[in-house]
């Protein structure tokens, strides 16, 4: 993990409100593995002091990449402008300078979910929204190692369905929801995940799931139904992200009160099962 301070090479708009920020950070770029995160800290703001979070959406050589230097250069970030930071981080100009920690967390651990994927029969990707930024790279090393993959995606609306031609080389079939009908299936992506796993009996699937909580648990109680494994991707509110304020914390399976664990430095990717779900996630008072 490296604190740096990079260039905003470039800031491209796309629907709803979303962006795709590069910067040139050769070293944090080559470190970065599928599932891990980076606190961007924009400079100059004295009302934004909190760095904020976001999924390290792709990692590629960068426009002036070459035989000669086919390393990644350039980190993608895909986001969505939802307050006052990341309307700053939408103002951002190619030759801006922005501060970046990462890369962050352990991500998707190669030797759980490449091994399981191998094992099994398809890794299904279940995105709520700009969830989708945490997807890209595992789909793409997946896809690497030969695994079949489909992918599942909701939005409020048309416009939060952004990343979908990025993600189709990886995938076979890929189910669109929106929860005001604009595209796919009109409801919640939960119900496109449903209808297939209930059509694969006795299929070995790997879910890999990153979105809102309410969509994570509707996710897990369906992998639990169908009897299938599921990776989740949190995204709780972060402070330090560096394991010290504990603000991130979730709680999991453990003895008497229970555990906890921080998203920032244990996660943000848990097996399911770890993860305590519902209203027993709440501490008791
Ligand atoms: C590990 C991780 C990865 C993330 N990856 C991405 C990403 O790839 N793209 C992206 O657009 N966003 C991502 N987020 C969420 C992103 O960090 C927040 O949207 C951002 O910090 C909001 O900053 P703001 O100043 O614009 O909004 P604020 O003014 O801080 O908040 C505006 C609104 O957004 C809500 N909000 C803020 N943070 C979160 C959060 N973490 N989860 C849910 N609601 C939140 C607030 O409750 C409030 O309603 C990620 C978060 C985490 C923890
Ligand atoms: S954000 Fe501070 S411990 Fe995780």
């Keep these: 993990m490296l604190d740096a301070i990079v260039t905003v090479v470039e800031n491209r708009p796309l629907s709803g409100g979303h962006f795709v920020l590069s910067v040139r950070s050769p070293c944090q770029a080559?470190?970065?593995?599928?599932?891990?995160?980076?606190m961007i800290r924009l400079l100059g703001h004295a009302d934004v002091l909190l760095r904020r979070p976001m999924s390290i959406y792709d990692v590629r050589p960068g426009r002036n990449g070459n035989q000669a230097q086919p390393e990644p250069q350039v980190l993608d970030?895909?986001?969505?402008?939802?307050?006052?930071?990341?309307?700053?981080?939408?103002?951002?100009?190619p030759g801006d300078r922005v501060g970046l920690l990462a890369p962050l967390g352990h991500g998707f651990f190669a030797e759980d979910y490449l091994a399981e994927a191998r094992?099994?029969?398809?890794?299904?990707?279940?995105?709520?929204?700009?969830?989708?930024a945490a997807l890209l790279l595992p789909a793409r090393e997946l896809a690497a190692a030969g695994v079949k993959q489909r992918l599942f995606f909701g939005g409020r609306t048309h416009a939060d369905l952004v990343g979908v031609d990025?993600?189709?080389?990886?995938?076979?079939e890929t189910a669109l929801a929106t929860e005001d009908g604009s595209l796919g299936h009109h409801g919640y992506v939960t119900a496109p995940l449903s209808s297939y796993l209930e059509a694969q009996p006795g299929k070995r699937l790997l879910i890999l799931a990153c979105g809102p909580w309410a969509m994570l648990e509707a996710t897990v109680s369906l992998a639990r139904r169908y009897g299938q494994r599921c990776l989740v991707s949190m995204e709780n509110r972060m402070g330090c992200a560096l394991g010290?304020?504990?603000?991130?914390?979730?709680?999991?399976?453990?003895?008497?009160?229970?555990?906890?664990?921080?998203?920032c430095t244990e996660g943000p990717v848990f097996w399911s099962?770890?993860?305590?779900?519902?209203?027993?996630r709440l501490p008791k008072t």
């Design 166 to 172: 990025e993600f189709s080389p990886y995938v076979s």
């Design 30 to 38: 080559q470190a970065a593995r599928p599932g891990q995160f980076a």
């Design 244 to 263: 010290v304020c504990l603000g991130c914390s979730i709680r999991v399976q453990g003895e008497g009160h229970g555990s906890y664990e921080r998203v």
């Design 77 to 93: 970030f895909l986001y969505k402008v939802v307050g006052r930071g990341t309307a700053l981080m939408a103002t951002l100009k």
């Design 273 to 280: 099962e770890h993860v305590v779900w519902g209203e027993e």
């Design 119 to 132: 094992g099994g029969d398809e890794v299904l990707h279940v995105a709520g929204g700009i969830g989708i």
